[in-house]
Structures are given as structure tokens and as C-alpha cells.
């Protein structure tokens, strides 16, 4: 399916969603065409939201986010996150905080159809205060108290992986963060890949992702990018450090975004557009 | 190992405050500690000590590599060199739950925006939190790295913004008054380790208090970079100068890790 | 290590044990060490107690046996499983009975170092009359009442694995069980494997256990017969079907037990005699 | 496909009441349906439906294996056949978290020891379960499958010792009296197919009522072989004969797979 149609089916406004993807495989691509397609009204999870949720959320399209570390990873800080939590701009951004642990173990409880997750978690730290989604829960048989948030079940979850096969079968491996539980945990899932290939040629108990449990799988090379692909491409570490100064003025942010998103088809013209101006 | 003579004449020769930190932080890691490394200093100073005295050190980061020994320093905590160069890589919900809520790590090793003298550490926001001054990138894994660790290490450049009398948000648990009542598995902060000394909690009070020195570093410098009436120990040590292996290997470390990153795709 | 070292050092009477492997991989060599060292007074779990469970059983070690389905696999009943429940002999077996779902899920809270585990579970059935621990919590968030159970910290687990290195980390591929769970929730582990090598040459994400995480790692060849070893060797199923008439008779069980277990200084010597009388 | 009328013809001339419950029971599986597969009976039907009608459906087997395509009937639910043909393998925790309890699975397909006329099942114990007189194995994953697939299927030999009145012991539940007023996920048992026909639940009452009759079998021989009162449709069909192919298809997979059993090491 091409990722236009799969966005334009599954992905509606004032849904929830989770792009997820840990440093790797972030989905890029995915994100732009959500942006093109002007979603709104979205609640976006994410344990690491960072440039592609800054875009969407500088573009308009988010209403309340989710997560637990929004940052550029080795930059700073997410400017138009910033602006959406600081200035409410170009709409207030409400956020829900959590850790770590908690959105891990909340992803998992949804991947595993439960309502709720326990761990130990929160001893002395203020997010409670901020948080009302963050509860205590008595073990039943040793009245020891642990920390308990809802799981995290989306209508959408949009991961990139390297390799799916002619049926949809996906494989990804490296650093495999939370996708299988956001995958899992969703409504529906839709899938880019890096490759559309015969043979998955998995490793026993290699991490796949069967092609029933998906709504789209949409081959886009480069899909992850600037994030990177293990196998494929490194991280782009370059872009990162240069997005800093683009995203830290409204003005410049907007251009880049117009450019290299709103005036594309696809990714496949952003992609063309980054080569032609040296980006990539 | 080089002759320590010589080496300690090569190091005061020059070596910067941050590479004392780094180094200093570093010789606290044991060989064969199982250590959950953050990202940045922690993960320098931990990578410095797996290359120097602690070779069997088993570094984790929490995108889920396990046993990891990278050739140049992550700047993501999901850097690809993580992932080639780790006994294993596990799912992120199996880091958090099966290592470490498991009880599997001997040290976390945090680093941290503001931190108060009980070792408190914020990493959320400055100002208040519905209408902050700054917003941080919040959480990640500290929260739980800070109370399910064996023991945690703060790297943390000394000064009085960052050494703050009350925090504005308590992003991760220290020792001290807050964590009295509170069934807490690991021991909480025990080491740390700024660009002028070592800060390690009071037997008594839990207080953070000045129980070293870096050369050259003076207790009224550490008090004016503190910003709460910094407590220091009756008997300060010095820690230490760099030795010339310790520099080398550092430089050489970042100086890959510059030109790794420099490049493109 | 040696095997025999192995379990001196770490099994005690009195303990509780997880002998797990899910049909694959069952460490039988590891089990008649046990019963050779006259191991008495233990509480095993176990998901599918088989033939192992069924000599130890049988040789008097057990006093507690946590389970969710006992028998021979293709074959029938575990006889001395069922003498010991329903005769009393060699002494009386006290069970506590449980699903897969509850027993899977009690591991995988153990590894997570929690008390308890929630599931989806025991609607309807009568295990709740009979096994005091599985009881109900309800949601904190939807009040919907889910069931949960104690989670499973063993003192000791034992596995049986493929591979590992000269540094003691074990690789492990196929049907991998609840091994990992049961290590990793038990406080000391020891894991016999196929061979040492020099690499593991793993695939990423494959299933490693560290040495660290690791009591003791024994070379054990043939140690899952008469389970199997993927990549190694096949199930033996004419021994699963044989060993019904041996364990039948209390008689024909002690002398197969003496013969090839307690007869022998260790699983090499039980395997040439078992190669002796043309069984293998 | 070869033709019917030949078929039938072919079929007619002999085949075993065990080979129409199979061929009965792999009808009643979809092709691209997701099916969690119990041991024996379930599985031979399932991989039938597999070899003939449904070449995409999803067969699941507890010990972790997802699109599994046995070549051989797997002896065990954890043979080395199921994994080296599967899509994919899981862990077992995985397996029953993500997969059965996250609602993945269409049909659940058990055996059992013993059901009652609401599709209540005993593999536990007969007698009383402190002094069984008969100890069975136990619950496995049945409890679970029954209430979180969608629905189930269940095959079993008709005799009034598997049929009866009152069970010793409910180790998954059925439908009727003791559904009412549980938060059951799945539609629970749907089809009970025997040696003799097949049961469904009255739309009305729940119970399970005889519904088809295989050839040759007859409402009096069903009810003889029924531990209570066996209800009866009003609309009573009557299974088509099995076809040449299906029992074709069928004796080459037992065959192949008694080969493949009776094997050493």
C-alpha cells in the first residue's frame, strides 16, 4: 500500500496515535505525511518524542502529548515543543508526563489487552502531582504498594522496520524499543519499511511482525531518516545538530516544513529535495 | 601500565576540570560492576573505565543493549555502535522490567539538570510546572534507574544553578528527608562527582557533603558554585591528578567520537 | 563447572526448584544429579512437568509440586505423578494447580521482580476452590476485576540450552519457553548446554543470558534426552513411549532408576548405558 | 479438485468415524482464520483444513509458535517441527499475554477429557479432586483459550463417560448458567464435533444440541452416547460424506507423521 493511502485510511483527526521508535527506526516519513495530510485534534504518545513529533506538533496537528524524554538527542532541546508548552504556540500542547519505566510498562499492558500496568516506580518524585493517570495499587498478598498507570492502547501505531515480505510479513532488529508493544497495543498498525524483499531469512526467534497484525505495509527507503536503519543506514547525526537553529525560530521552522513536507508529493520528493540542497 | 612517576608529571602538565570530572567518576566503577549508564557523562566517564581498569565493567543503556562496549561514545542512547557492539539487545519494556526493576544493576549512573544536597535531581522543568520558565526534556529513565539501582553515581558540573537550594521539581529521589517511609530496593545516590570534587552523603544526616578535592580545586570555590551552605567533610582527600594513561585514553576516546559523529549518513 | 559441583553448591533440601523447558530443551541430566544427590523436601514449578518431574517424584525429592498441565507428552499419565497424588507413594505429593496463562504470567512477574501478576484469567473454572492463590484485583482505573496470582521466585532454576561461550553466556534458540523468566526470577541459575564454544555468533535480539546472570554453566552433551536440542538432536519419541510400562510399576521404576541414575557417577556414564542396552 | 460425484463415490467406500470427525471439524476452519491449536485432535483437524481449504490459515500453537506449517502432526505442543515451520517463535509468557489475551486469536480449538451440555470441560480430575480416583493432566492453556478466543471449537469422541451429566471438575468454561454475569472476552464453545455429528449451542438456552449427524450415525446412537438428556434440532443436517481428497490429504499426513514418530534420536 502506498503510505498516502495507508495515512489517508487509518489515521483520522482527534485520534491517538504513537509513532514510536527508539533513537532507531524512528518513522519519519509516516510523521510528514500525517503532517501533509493535515491531521489535527491528535494525541500523540511517545517515550522519546524528538524532531519528527516537533514537527508535527509546530505544524498543528497535536493537541496532548504523552511521553516521558523530548529532547534532540546530544543537541537540546525540542524548540517548537518548547514554544507549544511555554508560549501555546500555534496551540497550547497539553502534555502528560511519565517515566521511562511507566510508558514501557504501559505500552506492554496494552500489547497484552490489560488495562492497566503495575511496576515499581515514582517513589519520591513529584510527577503525581502533575499526573493524575499515576496511582498506588496494593499487592494482594504481601500489601506491599506499587506505582500503576492505564496502558497505552492508540487507535494508530506507525513504526518503520527494515524488511517486510511479498505477504506483509515485518522484520526489524537492533534496537527494537517498544514497536512490537505499540504494534500490538493498536487499533491498527501501519508499517514503512526500508525493503520489500522474497525471503524475511529470520533468525529463530527473530522479531517479527506477522502480516495479519497490520493494516498497511508501505515500502519507503530512507523511511527512518534522520534516524537510521541498522543494516541500511547510520543515524544522521549532522541533520540533528542543523535542525537546532531551523526549528528555534517560528519563521524558519515554517519554511523548512513548507519546503521539504507541504510542497512534496512524498517522501520520495522530500528525499530528492534534500539531495538536491546538499542535506543528504 | 606506564610508570606513575611519570605519568602524573605528563597529566599536571594540563589536562581541563571536565577531563578531571571524567576521569575522577571513571575510577569509581569496579571491574565487573553491572552498570546502567546514562547518556552523556556518565556514559563517558563509564567507557573511560571499561577501556582502563574495569574491562569486564557490563555497561546497559536502557535502549535495551546489554554487555555493550562501544568504539566511540553514543550520542543517542540508541546509537547503532550500541546495538552492534552488545552481548545482546532486549526490548525496551524488558530493560525497564526484567534488568532493571529485576534488580540485575549494581550502579546507576545518572546524570541530571539541578540536584539539592539531598541528591534530589530534577531534569523536568525550572520554574513552575503549568507555566515553566525552561522546559527539560523530562524523565527518561531516571526515575526508576535512581530508586532500583544498587547504588547511583551523579555527574554534574558544580554551579549555582545547578546546585540548587530547593528543587522545582523532583524528577528522581536522592536520600535525605524524602525517602524516609518510602520502600526504596537500592541505596540511592553515593558518589557525586562534579568538575571540583566528590560530594558523598553524610553516615548521619545524608546530607551531600565535600569529601574530596580535585588539584588545584578549593573548598571556598565549591561552596560559592553551591547553592545551598555546602557541608564539607572533616577529612577532605585530594583526589588523585589524571594519569597519563587515563588522559590518553580519554582523549583518544573523544577524539573518535568527534570525528564519528562529524560524519554524514 | 561440573554439573555434580553445581548442584552441591547451589540445591538444598528444603528449597524450591524450576526444572522448565517447554517440551524443548528439558534438562534431564541436570534433574538426575538431583536425584542422585538424594536431594529431599523441594517444592518444584513447573508449566509441564513431564518424565524428569515424574523421577524425581518418584525418588522421593518432592514435597510441593506447582504446575499447569502433567504428563507424557503424545503418551498419557505420569505414573509416578499420579501414585504420588493418588496413593501417596513414595509420600504424599501436595499440588497446587494452575493454567499455563497464570503460571506463564507468575514467571514473568518474578523476572520483573514483582509480587504478583495480573492476567485475563480462570473465568469460570473451579482452580480458585482448590488453589488458595489465585485470587482478584480490580482495575484501579476501570474497576474491571481481573485475576492475579503470586508471582514465581524460584531459589533455584534449571535450564538447559544450546550453547555457551568461555565467559559462560548462554545462547538459547527455538522454543524458548519460560526460560528466560525462570532464571532470571530465581536467585541462583544453572544452565547445562550442548556445547561450549568459542562464539556464540548470535543473532541480534537472539535470546543470550549473560554469564553474570548466570550461578553456574555446565557441559552437559545429550543433556535434554530424552527431550530435544534444536539444531542438535530430535525428540526421542520412542523413549517417552517406552518410559509408560518402566513407570507404571513402582518395581520397574526403582531398577531403571538405579540402573541408569543412581548407579552412575554422572549423565556421560547414564548415556553410555543407555547406549550399552541399545536405548539411544 | 477432483470430481465430486467420484469423490463421494471413492469416500463412501470406507472411511473410519475418527476420519469424518477430523474432516468434519477442518471444515469448519476458514481459510486466513487465526487458530490457537490444541495437541491431537485439534491439531490433525487444523492442519487439514490447512492442507486442503485453508492454505492461509494462521495456526498458533502455545509453546510460541505463530503461522506454524507442520509437515508431520507434532507428537508434543513444543516439537522441533512446529518451530522450524513457523512464521515466528515467541516465548511461552509472550505467547499468552500478547497473543491469546491480547485478542489475536478467531478460534481457539481444544480437546478435552469430559464437557457437559454447556461445553464446560474436565482435564483435571474424576472423583474428587483431594482423592481423585482419576488424576488427568491438568488445565494447560485451556482456561485461557476458552475465554479469550473468539470462539472454540472443541472435538471429542461421543461416550457417556466424556458426555456427562455433571463434571467433577470445570477446568475451562463453556457457556450457559455459569457464563451468565462473567466479563468473558470470547463467544465461548460454538462447535462441539464428535465421532457421531455436531453440537451447537441453542440460540435461546445455550445448551449444546445435536445440530448434524455424520452419515450413517443416527440421533438414537448420539443420545445413547450422551451422559444427559441430548437435545435435539428441529433442522437436524447431515455432514457431507468425506471426499476423496480430504481423506486423501488426511492418510498421508498420518502416515507421514507415524513415519516421522516412530524415529529414534
Known amino acids: ?280 | 601500565m606506564s610508570d606513575p612517576a611519570r605519568a602524573d608529571a605528563q597529566a599536571v602538565s594540563g589536562y581541563s576540570a571536565d577531563e578531571m570530572m571524567s576521569v575522577a567518576a571513571s575510577r569509581l566503577l569496579d571491574d565487573r560492576t553491572v552498570c546502567f549508564v546514562g547518556i552523556g557523562l556518565p556514559s563517558e566517564a563509564a567507557n573511560l573505565a571499561r577501556l582502563i581498569h574495569a574491562p569486564n565493567a557490563v555497561l546497559i543503556y536502557e535502549s535495551g543493549t546489554i554487555g555493550t562496549r562501544p568504539d566511540v561514545l553514543p550520542l543517542s542512547i540508541g546509537d547503532g555502535e550500541l546495538a552492534d557492539t552488545a552481548r545482546t539487545v532486549v526490548s525496551v519494556p524488558e530493560m525497564f522490567r526484567y534488568w532493571l526493576q529485576g534488580g540485575r544493576i549494581d550502579v546507576g549512573f545518572l546524570g541530571a539538570a539541578q540536584i539539592d544536597r539531598w541528591g534530589n535531581i530534577n531534569t523536568t522543568v525550572i520554574g513552575p510546572y503549568d507555566k515553566p520558565r525552561t522546559r527539560l526534556p523530562g524523565a527518561g529513565g531516571a526515575p526508576e534507574i535512581a530508586t532500583s539501582s544498587g547504588r547511583v553515581y551523579v555527574i554534574l558540573r558544580q554551579s549555582p544553578r545547578a546546585f540548587v537550594e530547593e528543587l522545582d521539581f523532583v524528577t528522581s529521589l536522592g536520600g535525605g528527608p524524602r525517602r524516609q517511609g518510602l520502600a526504596v530496593p537500592g541505596a540511592g545516590p553515593q558518589k557525586l562527582i562534579t568538575d571540583l570534587g566528590i560530594l558523598e552523603p553524610h553516615p548521619e544526616t545524608g546530607e551531600l557533603t565535600l569529601t574530596a578535592l580535585h588539584p588545584g580545586a578549593t573548598v571556598e570555590q565549591a561552596k560559592a558554585k553551591t547553592g545551598w551552605a555546602l557541608q564539607v567533610a572533616d577529612r577532605l582527600t585530594e583526589t588523585p591528578v589524571p594519569s597519563a594513561q587515563e588522559l590518553e585514553v580519554l582523549r583518544a576516546l573523544k577524539k573518535r567520537t568527534a570525528e564519528a559523529h562529524s560524519g554524514d549518513v
Open chain 1, 1 to 280: 500500500m502506498h503510505l498516502e493511502e495507508a495515512v489517508r485510511r487509518f489515521v483520522k483527526d482527534g485520534q491517538s496515535l504513537s509513532l514510536e521508535g527508539f533513537t532507531h527506526l524512528i518513522p519519519h516519513a509516516a510523521g510528514h505525511e500525517i503532517i501533509r495530510q493535515g491531521r489535527r485534534d491528535l494525541t500523540l504518545y511517545r517515550m522519546t518524542p524528538d524532531l519528527i513529533y516537533d514537527q508535527m506538533i509546530g505544524m498543528g496537528c497535536v493537541r496532548k502529548l504523552v511521553f516521558s524524554w523530548g529532547g534532540n538527542p546530544g543537541v537540546g532541546s525540542l524548540h517548537r515543543f518548547r514554544d507549544a508548552v511555554e508560549q501555546g504556540w500555534p496551540q497550547p500542547l497539553e502534555i502528560r508526563e511519565h517515566s521511562h519505566a511507566a510508558m514501557a510498562n504501559a505500552y506492554e499492558a496494552g500489547a497484552a489487552n490489560l488495562p492497566f500496568a503495575v511496576f515499581r516506580g515514582y517513589l519520591g518524585t513529584d510527577h503525581q502531582k502533575h499526573n493524575p493517570d499515576i496511582r498506588r495499587i496494593a499487592c494482594p498478598y504481601t500489601g506491599e504498594e506499587l506505582a500503576c498507570v492505564p496502558s497505552i492502547r492508540p487507535d494508530v501505531a506507525v513504526i518503520h522496520a527494515q524488511q517486510a515480505d511479498r505477504e506483509g510479513n515485518v522484520l526489524l532488529w537492533g534496537i527494537v524499543g517498544v514497536q512490537k508493544e505499540a504494534v500490538l497495543a493498536a487499533r491498527h498498525a501501519i508499517v514503512t519499511v526500508e525493503e520489500i524483499v522474497d525471503d524475511l531469512d529470520a533468525a529463530p526467534n527473530a522479531m517479527v511482525l506477522p502480516a495479519w497484525t497490520l493494516a498497511a505495509v508501505c515500502e519507503v527507503p530512507n523511511g527512518a531518516h534522520p534516524s537510521y536503519a541498522h543494516g541500511y543506514y547510520k543515524r544522521h547525526n549532522r541533520f540533528y545538530t542543523q535542525w537546532d537553529p531551523v526549528a528555534r525560530e517560528r519563521d524558519s521552522f515554517r519554511d523548512w516544513m513548507q519546503r521539504y513536507v507541504m510542497d512534496c508529493r512524498d517522501f520520495g520528493e522530500t528525499w530528492s529535495r534534500l539531495q538536491e540542497d546538499g542535506h543528504v
